[in-house]
């Protein structure tokens, strides 16, 4: 599998699960009573529900495998583009319509145009681009940080070698004589005049 595809592996899941998540809080916010909600759902179609925790763990699976596929891609030198926006702007309210509409023709055998009426539809539709912002920007975390990942781990190791460069012969002999001039001694010189006042 490519980079490309393992770009899509990551960011598809993530649009997903920004899809649903929009659709459940539009439903809490339209009704807040528990009790009255999951009758409500259970009548348009929604009884699928129950199984939204497996159904995330199967988007949280292909987010772990698309992100150790794009590290692999990136440790190589691939380089692969992030998604357009387009398709976070365009997908979730797709979809969310799409959906809203199955899950009634499923449930009722037929499709009620009133569908697209209800509180919750309407709030389920406007909340998809504020959660579709949110999914870009978790997407683009993810793939930024599995791509360092895989530069890090499986770059090879940098290994600082310490030269030290051989000094002059010159100045080995040096070296002594200007270490006692420094201290103030020297083996030869003019003698010392002390100044006397007259």
Do not use: N
């Amino acid at each position: 599998m490519s980079g490309k595809h393992a770009v899509w592996l990551v960011t598809l899941p993530v649009v997903v699960a920004g899809w649903l998540a929009a659709h459940i809080v539009a439903y809490m916010l339209a009704e807040p009573d528990a009790g009255a909600r999951a009758g409500r759902l259970a009548e348009s179609g929604h009884g699928y529900s129950e199984h939204l925790p497996l159904a995330g763990l199967g988007l949280l699976a292909a987010v772990v495998v698309g992100g150790a596929l794009r590290a692999l891609a990136a440790a190589t030198g691939q380089r692969s583009r992030p998604p357009s926006p387009r398709l976070f702007a365009l997908l979730p309210p797709v979809a969310f319509v799409v959906q809203e509409h199955l899950e009634r023709l499923v449930h009722d055998g037929a499709l009620p145009l009133a569908t697209a009426l209800e509180p919750a539809f309407l709030l389920g539709l406007l909340l998809q681009l504020p959660f579709a912002l949110l999914a870009r920007v978790v997407a683009g975390l993810l793939l930024q940080t599995v791509e360092r990942l895989g530069r890090a781990l499986l770059a090879p190791p940098r290994t600082r070698a310490t030269v030290m460069a051989p000094s002059p012969p010159a100045l080995d002999l040096c070296l002594p004589l200007l270490s006692r001039l420094a201290a103030g001694s020297s083996e030869r010189g003019p003698p010392a005049f002390v100044a006397t006042g007259p």
